[in-house]
């Protein structure tokens, strides 16, 4: 079994030039860890480094992606940062277009999802991306980008996935890329542009952020983000409330308790939740999001009835793992916000764009009229691939931050607009 392998591996520590992690992660069904297949079961040794190819493995196809010549699933290292565990592996997906790669390879689009779960069997490269997922990537795929979209971290690999925790989240990201590289250098290119929506956007954002240091080999070219999750504490605007009309909904932060945010020193997950709490907990480490909406519908549950005290009382306990310094990122960087997203307020990704800017960033901020968070990934695609294109002709780019205005009132979803 996955969890009893994990288990056995957990109490040592890889040495003489290799290394596995170490019993700082913890393991198990508590942290999310689930039997998937024998594919993403490491036992043995460990290479030193992150970004190293394990293994490989054919995808079961998808009907949404039709311009991929190659489609794997694929076992990579990183380094843990929440635990600091050393070097884990972690799982995700590759395609390659079709055709015969340009002269230098084809430029890389690592793609970072958005929340699906905390439990393994929710990693996409498991369960394949969601159609909406797929449908954007099978867009860059057609225009000769080969994709590598990581799991992240615990989704999938042993241990807790880090939810929301963008400076784990962006190292799963980088280290995707890294794997790519050295498995296939003939094929691919060190071009690399980085794509991310909601959870993701937070890693893409961090991956950016952090590349520089983590990651310097890596040409990073440009950074695109949609339904922009993170937080600035020391940004010009005030958030406000992340979700659209007070709502208060306790399946987020059930995953924020399994994937790493309690302090080391805090009162388990168990501590925090009422009974009927507890069932929607229980459910989290081991099904995905759509489950556990149907459930939270179900039984009528907020934060409010969900979390002993309420949800503010766990949410100030929990670690701010979306919260971002203000500073200058190394590449430019692409912000697209619908206005009728009623998962994350506008308002609150504005005060992200503003942020940016503030940090002496260049930011082309794109605004959809009557389109939702799911819908605006595809939305924003040929606005992101006009800019990607100019990025890498060297053209100058447009820079919203000289004319950013509030979003207004929250809008309605207009009919007729896939996934929207």
Not at 82 to 104: Q, T
Not at 199 to 205: D, I, M, R, T
Not at 283 to 288: G, R
Not at 372 to 391: C, I, P, Q, S
Request: aromatic share 8%; proline share 10%.
């Amino acid at each position: 079994m996955k969890v009893l392998k994990y288990a056995l591996c957990a109490v040592s520590v890889w040495v003489n030039g290799a290394s596995a992690w170490s019993n700082a992660l913890p393991v198990g069904p508590a942290a999310g860890d689930q039997s998937l297949s024998p594919f993403y079961i490491w036992d043995g040794s460990l290479p030193a480094n992150p970004g190293m190819m394990l293994r490989e493995e054919p995808l079961p196809a998808q009907p949404e992606i039709t311009a991929a010549s190659m489609t794997q699933r694929i076992l990579y290292t990183s380094r843990d940062k929440r635990w600091n565990a050393g070097i884990v592996p972690v799982s995700g997906s590759l395609w390659f277009p079709k055709g015969n790669p340009p002269a230098g390879g084809w430029p890389v689009l690592a793609w970072a999802h958005g929340t699906l779960g905390v439990a393994d069997s929710c990693a996409p490269s498991w369960t394949n991306p969601t159609a909406r997922d797929a449908h954007y990537i099978n867009l860059w795929l057609q225009q000769g980008f080969a994709v590598v979209a990581t799991d992240y971290q615990g989704l999938g690999g042993p241990g807790p996935h880090p939810y929301m925790n963008w400076e784990t989240e962006g190292r799963s990201v980088l280290d995707s890329v890294r794997a790519a590289l050295q498995a296939y250098p003939q094929q691919l290119a060190n071009s690399l542009v980085i794509s991310g929506q909601s959870q993701g956007s937070g890693a893409s954002l961090g991956a950016s952020l952090i590349a520089p240091d983590y990651a310097p080999e890596l040409k990073l070219r440009a950074t695109l983000a949609t339904g922009v999750v993170a937080t600035f504490p020391n940004g010009p605007v005030k958030p406000g409330n992340a979700r659209p009309g007070n709502r208060d909904p306790s399946r987020f932060t059930m995953l924020r308790l399994i994937g790493g945010s309690l302090p080391d020193d805090a009162p388990p997950a168990e501590k925090w939740v009422t009974e009927k709490g507890a069932k929607l907990l229980a459910l989290a480490k081991t099904t995905c999001m759509s489950e556990l909406g149907r459930y939270e519908h179900r039984e009528k549950l907020d934060g409010g009835t969900a979390f002993i005290g309420g949800s503010a009382q766990v949410t100030n306990a929990l670690l701010p793992v979306t919260d971002m310094p203000v500073k200058a990122f190394p590449a430019p960087l692409f912000a697209a916000t619908g206005l009728a997203d009623h998962t994350l307020s506008p308002h609150h990704q504005y005060a992200a764009v503003a942020a940016l800017c503030a940090g002496g960033n260049a930011v082309e901020w794109k605004t959809y009229p009557g389109i939702t968070h799911n819908g605006t990934v595809n939305v924003a695609f040929a606005d992101e691939l006009k800019f990607v294109r100019g990025v890498m002709e060297n053209t100058p780019q447009p820079n919203s931050c000289g004319s950013l205005q509030p979003p207004g009132k929250l809008q309605q979803p207009i009919k007729g607009v896939a996934f929207n």
